[in-house]
Each structure stands twice: as C-alpha cells, then as structure tokens.
C-alpha cells in the first residue's frame, strides 16, 4: 500500500467561505413542541380531501388561496385569519378558502427571506426560532378551522411543518428544480406548480408530470439524520397560471394552450390563477380586473379554471422593511409583494362565490 495517500494535506480543501456551522434542531422536537390538536388536524384532512375534490371536478366549488404575500407579523396574520375564516365559513357552500401563510420567500436576487430564515426581521437569521413560530402559526391558523397553503422552497424544511399545510405551492423560481420536483413527490397535500418568471408555461406542465412520478433522493428524516426518501409521486400537482415578464397568462387562449400541453402530456386538465405577480405587473389593484375576468367566464361555464390565487392582507399595498426597524412599520400592510386589502378582499370573494352560483344554475 502506498503511504503517499496519507502526506497529502487536506486542509483549506473545504469551508473557505463558511464561517459557521451550527445546529438546527430536529424536525421531530420542533414538532413535538406544537403538536396538532383534533381541530387542526381535521382541517388539514378535510382541507386537502376538498381540495383533491375540486382538482378532479367531483366539488365544483372553487378553491381560493388568499393571503399575505408573506407573513412577517404572526399577530396581524392572526387578525387577518380570524376575518378570513369567518368569510370562509360564510361562503363555504361555494369556495373552499384557504389562507397564504407564506413564511418562505424566493428573491429575485436579495431581500428579507422570510419569517423561517429571519423571523426578528433584523438579520440574524435566528432559523431555529422561526421555525417554531411559523409552525405555531400554521396550528393556530388551522385551528380555526381554516386550511393554510405554504411555498415550499428550502427542502429540508418541510419536514418541520408540512403536516400541518393543506396546500402547497412551488414558486416560479424553483419550478424548474429537480429537487423540488422530487420534493413534491412526497408530500401529502395538493401542490400547485407556477410558471416561469418569463411565462413558459410548459416547465409548469413538465414538473406536474415529474412530481406525479416515484423517486428515490437524499433528504433528511424526523430526526435530522440524512437520509434516502422514496416516494410514491403525488397525483394532485397542478399548474397555476401566474403570468410573467411578458405579461399576463390568465386569458381563454393561454388556459386552452396549457389544457392541450396537459393532454398532450398525460396530465389532468385543470389550472389555478394567480391573480397577482405576473398577471397584475404588481399592481394589487390590477388583482381585481383579474377577478372580475375569471368569474365572468365561470359564469360562462369555464369549467378547466379549479381556484385562484389572490395576495391579500389588512391594508392595501406594500411597505419597505429596513432591518432592524420592525418597530416602524406600519400594522397589517405586507413588507413584500403589495396586496389588496380586507374590503377589497371581501367583495373579490362575494364575486367568485357568486359567479359559481350562478355556473351551478
Ligand atoms: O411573491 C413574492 C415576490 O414576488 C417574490 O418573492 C420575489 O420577490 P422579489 O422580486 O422582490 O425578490
Ligand atoms: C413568490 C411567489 O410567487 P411567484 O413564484 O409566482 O413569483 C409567491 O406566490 O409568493
């Protein structure tokens, strides 16, 4: 045997550019510390069977996820909650509500990563008291009898509270991932798969196709210990149509092209609309034009449109979070993308509710 193998130096081979490396608590503590009550688990049960509904055309109610762009203050999403599960329960005959509780956000390039990677919005990056908060929020939320929907972005992540999610989305920026493509293969709730930023709607189709496959990855188990997932693939990934830079993508003519590319690639005919992001150029205010669209043609009959996407909180509009100034900002009004607020909200919903009325007579 050769000693030459043992002289040669490994040092400064690795962790040039890491500074720190230190622990993050197992999925299984943080979890045991909010453990689901029977109300919160029924929801999330109930919450996803409703939904798989509505996906397969079984409950032609719509499904609407409405929401923060992302949460950055649990106490005003907690007052946001409490208005939207009383309008939920008003209106559960025809909408299955479910609340964006988005504490994981994409950026472009840099920005406030959300409340799991910097929940004292001061950049320290305190991850292992996010992760409690937002499970703790999702509980409460779910407690209430009303489903939430999350953006599943880092991968590790959910196994800290993806029981607790009735649906989950994959943003424009990470549908093209193998990796999350994989990860919607294992998770239990219906995932909804964006278009690109660009508007290629074809890498939304395609990662429909990938998730509702098995596979076989490393990932991490209850406990923390790397480990090899295999899965079964999920049938309930669907694509949401939520524009891009080239404009929106909620017309007839965009649904059908995506219908024909699902056909085309054996997948279930169906879409979510974002109303936001792309298909409002980030103006809230367009979200209601989108709306107004949608409803008009379910009135018509459109049966291919199963729920929309609509960003929502207390106030209209956005505000700027400088870190380490939480204190400034404004109650209720998001710190990312801007949102339409509660009145607008409530009247976005009356006109979706109604327009399934009126598709149902
Ligand atoms: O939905 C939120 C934003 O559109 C997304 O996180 C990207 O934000 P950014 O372009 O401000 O980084
Ligand atoms: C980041 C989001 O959307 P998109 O991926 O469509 O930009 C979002 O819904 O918060």
Request: aromatic share 4%.
């Amino acid at each position: 045997m050769s000693t030459r193998t043992n002289s040669i130096s490994t040092s400064n081979l690795d962790d040039q550019r890491t500074v720190r490396i230190s622990p993050l608590a197992a999925p299984s503590v943080v979890r045991a510390e909010h453990a689901p009550d029977e109300v919160a688990a029924a929801t999330v049960r109930s919450g996803r069977a409703a939904t798989v509904d509505i996906l397969s055309g079984t409950d032609d109610r719509l499904v609407v996820i409405v929401g923060p762009c992302s949460v950055h203050d649990p106490a005003a999403a907690m007052d946001y909650a409490r208005k939207l599960a009383a309008k939920a329960d008003e209106l559960r005959d025809d909408l299955h509500i479910v609340m964006r509780v988005y504490f994981e956000k994409p950026r472009t390039t840099l920005g406030w990563k959300g409340l799991l990677n910097d929940p004292h919005l001061d950049g320290t990056y305190d991850i292992n008291t996010g992760l409690r908060i937002g499970r703790k929020l999702l509980l409460d939320v779910s407690s209430l009898g009303l489903p939430v929907g999350c953006e599943f972005l880092d991968p590790i992540l959910p196994q800290y509270y993806a029981d607790l999610v009735t649906y989950g989305a994959i943003g424009a920026r990470t549908a093209a991932s193998q990796v999350h493509r994989q990860l919607c293969s294992a998770l239990s709730m219906p995932v909804g798969i964006k278009n690109s930023t660009e508007g290629d709607v074809q890498v939304a189709v395609d990662g429909t196709r990938a998730a509702a496959a098995s596979h076989v990855f490393p990932g991490t188990d209850l406990d923390g210990q790397a480990a090899l997932i295999e899965t079964i693939g999920n049938p309930d990934c669907h694509v949401i149509l939520r524009g891009g830079s080239a404009g929106p993508n909620y017309d007839a003519e965009t649904v059908a092209d995506t219908m024909a590319r699902l056909r085309k690639s054996g997948m279930p005919e169906r879409v979510v609309i974002d109303a936001s992001h792309g298909n409002s150029s980030k103006n809230h205010e367009k979200q209601v034009d989108v709306v107004t669209d949608i409803a008009d043609r379910i009135v018509a009959g459109e049966k291919g449109i199963v729920g929309l996407m609509l960003e929502s909180f207390i106030e209209a509009g956005r505000q700027d979070l400088t870190l380490g100034q939480a204190d400034e900002l404004e109650y209720g009004k998001s710190i990312t993308d801007a949102c339409i607020d509660w009145a607008t909200t409530v009247d976005q919903l009356d006109r979706l509710a109604e327009a399934v009325r009126a598709r149902r007579s």
